[in-house]
């Protein structure tokens, strides 16, 4: 094979005072044309950093100190800026992982990719128009034409991924880097643009280098892979012999990691139900004047779901499926416009807001995002202290408390006087559990609560979940769209589709004998459906 890409022993230096010298230490790589490479490892690997180094986009402070990157007989490790900007783009392109923050949320779609023409081309306005919708047609967006002419918040997440790979494809470049193009992505989502990445690279004979941490989506595309480990290529392959017979331990380890999607054996749970939901009905109102006319959303339609005592409900879906504005409507984050939410025969939807103020210690939740929920100007015992002080605890208790939870799931004590921004993404996800456990709930709420760690740190917090269920006694609802993770934590399962519940059931006889068509879609779509199948221990 030919290589397009070369890198030799590539290091790249950090600024003093961080955790290590260098973010990459003589990686050492080639990306072959009209091929998928995979560079997999967990967060802090040096895998994005590898990519940015490849751009030459590094941050302030952060330098390559050695090594070359060849690319058409260009070293881009020395190449000036003007080379850079002539390359970037046209020659080598690059998808990022959340497309949101990568478009320019006040121009239009059609004009932000129209722009790689103004910029690399002599071609009329007319002429890149007519390239510009017929990229957005080869990357399958409904509506070219108004796809153009919308804003980046007006289309979908899937969409937004689209029109970046639109854009990044706008000049046939030779080399395209997508990083963690799909993380963000729910299963069928996912399933498309990998589908679509797959399709152009062979079509259009594209090299890709596809950095990822989900080695479910390395069994789907990757011809080969590549693993690092704190800046270090640890092992190196192709894809078939990286995933069945890998050979470093680090490899190894990440792939015991990845959750199999065969549901865990079943448990037996109590007939006994903690929280009752009964026709539960959320509609959103946009638009309009004065409660007239405008767009109708209705996020919940008649949700009836039944969490028994000590058990596991997932509820899992699509983006705007409704599964997240269910979790907050049953904490009373926001209200239902209808139906029932009963905790041990409580009604809590027919509670003042200071009565349920005082029962909302006995059902807390866990959010998705640790670093957006946790005040960064406060430190992390006193964030866990809040809620019992709140409720009368003596502050010099609750911050005993505090550091007793930090101990519970598996932080030092001592680390109760760090700030958020001091932990690792998995550490403050532990935060966010102490927190919760704070008050002693009953039912914990979790919401997406694995979906942005790596595959060990996630394998991690899932084992202290069931550790803390069966410790403490709790029942748990929990909401995600990784159906992988969903199978080894859950007992009991709702699918939710365009805010309704389309099947419900024990988790294994649901991924085993889905019975409703969209079910069917979502197990279907899991990327390296086969890759882990065998089911975990109890």
Request: net charge neutral; proline share 6%; hydrophobic share 45%.
């Amino acid at each position: 094979m030919t290589s397009v890409l070369e890198i030799e022993r590539l290091t790249v230096s950090l600024p003093k005072g961080a955790d290590r010298p260098h973010a990459l230490s003589e990686v050492t790589l080639a990306l072959n044309a009209g091929e998928i490479l995979c560079v997999v490892g967990e967060s802090g690997s040096g895998k994005s950093m590898t990519a940015s180094a490849l751009m030459r986009l590094l941050p302030p402070g952060v330098a390559i100190a050695a090594g070359r990157v060849m690319f058409e007989g260009q070293d881009l490790a020395a190449a000036g800026e003007d080379a850079m900007r002539r390359l970037r783009g046209a020659r080598i392109a690059m998808v990022f992982q959340e497309p949101m923050t990568a478009l320019n949320p006040l121009i239009s779609v059609g004009d932000q990719i129209g722009e790689m023409f103004r910029i690399h081309t002599q071609l009329s306005g007319a002429e890149i128009e007519a390239r510009v919708l017929a990229l957005l047609e080869e990357v399958r967006i409904p509506d070219p034409r108004q796809a153009a002419r919308a804003y980046p918040h007006e289309l979908s997440g899937g969409q937004r991924q689209r029109a970046m790979i639109a854009m990044a494809l706008a000049l046939d470049p030779r080399v395209l880097i997508a990083d963690e193009p799909t993380t963000a992505l729910d299963v069928t989502t996912q399933a498309q643009i990998l589908h679509l990445i797959k399709d152009l690279q062979r079509r259009k004979g594209t090299a890709v280098l596809f950095i990822t941490h989900d080695f479910g989506v390395v069994a789907e595309i990757a011809d080969r892979v590549a693993v690092m480990q704190h800046g270090v290529v640890v092992e190196e392959g192709p894809a078939a012999q990286v995933l069945n017979a890998p050979r470093h331990a680090y490899t190894q380890a990440l792939i015991a990691a990845v959750p199999p999607l065969a549901a865990r054996a079943p448990r037996a749970i109590s007939a006994e139900p903690i929280l009752v939901m009964q026709d539960v009905v959320k509609t959103y109102r946009t638009g309009g004047f004065l409660g007239r006319g405008g767009r109708v959303t209705h996020a919940v339609r008649g949700v009836t779901l039944t969490l028994p005592k000590g058990a596991t409900l997932g509820i899992v879906g699509e983006s705007g499926s409704g599964k997240s504005t269910l979790a907050r409507c049953l904490v009373r984050l926001i209200e239902p416009d209808g139906g029932r939410v009963s905790l041990d025969g409580l009604d809590l939807t027919a509670l003042s807001r200071g009565r349920m103020r005082r029962e909302a210690k006995r059902i807390q939740m866990v959010f998705q995002d640790p670093y957006g929920s946790l005040n960064p100007r406060r430190r992390a015992g006193e964030l866990v202290a809040q809620g019992p002080m709140i409720h009368g605890m003596p502050r010099a208790e609750a911050l005993r408390r505090a550091r007793e939870l930090f101990a519970l799931v598996g932080l030092d004590p001592a680390a109760t006087e760090r700030f958020p921004h001091e932990f690792s993404g998995g550490q403050r996800q532990r935060i966010g559990l102490a927190r919760a456990l704070a008050l002693e709930p009953e039912v914990l709420v979790a919401d997406e609560p694995v979906s942005a760690l790596d595959v060990s740190v996630q394998a991690q917090v899932l084992r202290l979940l069931a550790e803390l269920r069966e410790r403490l006694g709790l029942s748990l609802v929990f909401i995600t769209h990784d159906l992988r993770v969903a199978a080894q934590v859950c007992d009991l399962v709702a699918v939710m589709k365009d805010g309704e519940v389309v099947e419900q059931g024990p988790i294994g006889e649901v991924f085993e004998r889905p019975r409703h068509a969209y079910t069917q879609a979502l197990l279907a779509s899991v990327p390296g459906r086969g890759f882990g199948l065998a089911p975990t221990a109890a």
